[in-house]
């Protein structure tokens, strides 16, 4: 007789299992990726177009195919629901901060033509004009990719005052990054 259910005190969770069949109902994260800025880019610039790379610190990897980028706009490798998360750091040299709000936002087509705004990773609180030269902002959305072809995100940057402004960036550390997870299949 097969046993189909088992109770939780029966089994020891430090154990090792080795499972035969398929399991079900644990579906398996199948992409996970992390990008970053490599290089400080100015507000007035707008979309974060170039030194972009893929996180290559050994100890780091991408689980999948992962994420291809051109010029900024980054394609999926497969269809799915995305958990598409920034990390940016911000930068004013001392002194010089006086902008209401500097802000990275999350735009995605549909398309692959016209692009939304529909996350911002945002600073409004002046902390800049009080000699503090570095503040962090997030933002993370969901994004349903359907077809590969069409949906697609890239960031762009956006100040009341973007002169003077930065987003930070390194080849050996993440201070601004951009990280791509599918939570699973398209709904």
Same mark, same amino acid.
């Given at each position: 007789?097969?046993?189909?259910?088992?109770?939780?005190?029966?089994? &020891?969770?430090?154990? !090792?299992?080795?499972?035969?069949?398929?399991?079900?109902?644990?579906?398996?994260?199948?992409?996970?990726?992390?990008?970053?800025?490599?290089?400080?880019?100015?507000?007035?610039?707008?979309?974060?177009?170039? &030194? *972009?790379?893929?996180?290559?610190?050994?100890?780091?990897?991408?689980?999948?195919?992962?994420?291809?980028? /051109? /010029?900024?706009?980054?394609?999926?490798?497969?269809?799915?629901? @995305?958990?598409?998360?920034?990390?940016?750091?911000?930068?004013?040299?001392?002194?010089?901060? &006086?902008?209401? @709000?500097?802000?990275?936002?999350?735009?995605?087509?549909?398309? !692959?033509?016209?692009?939304?705004?529909?996350?911002?990773?945002?600073?409004? /609180?002046? &902390?800049?004009?009080?000699?503090?030269i570095s503040q962090n902002a997030s933002s993370?959305?969901?994004?349903?990719?359907?077809?590969?072809?069409?949906?697609?995100?890239?960031?762009?940057?956006?100040?009341?005052?973007?002169?003077? @402004? @930065? *987003?930070?960036?390194?080849?050996?550390?993440?201070?601004?990054?951009?990280?791509?997870?599918?939570?699973?299949?398209?709904?």
């Amino acid at each position: 007789m097969a046993i189909d259910k088992i109770q939780s005190e029966s089994i &020891n969770l430090a154990d !090792n299992f080795a499972f035969t069949g398929t399991v079900t109902g644990t579906p398996a994260i199948t992409e996970a990726d992390q990008w970053r800025k490599t290089a400080v880019q100015e507000f007035s610039t707008g979309d974060v177009t170039s &030194n *972009l790379e893929r996180v290559d610190d050994a100890n780091y990897g991408k689980i999948g195919t992962g994420m291809t980028e /051109s /010029s900024g706009v980054f394609t999926f490798p497969s269809t799915g629901t @995305y958990m598409v998360m920034v990390n940016a750091a911000f930068y004013s040299t001392s002194g010089s901060g &006086n902008s209401r @709000y500097i802000i990275i936002r999350t735009q995605i087509t549909t398309n !692959n033509s016209s692009y939304t705004n529909v996350a911002m990773a945002i600073d409004n /609180s002046y &902390n800049f004009q009080n000699n503090v030269i570095s503040q962090n902002a997030s933002s993370t959305i969901f994004f349903n990719v359907t077809d590969t072809s069409t949906h697609k995100v890239k960031f762009t940057l956006s100040a009341a005052t973007p002169t003077g @402004y @930065y *987003l930070q960036g390194s080849t050996s550390n993440n201070e601004t990054m951009f990280t791509f997870v599918r939570m699973g299949d398209s709904t």
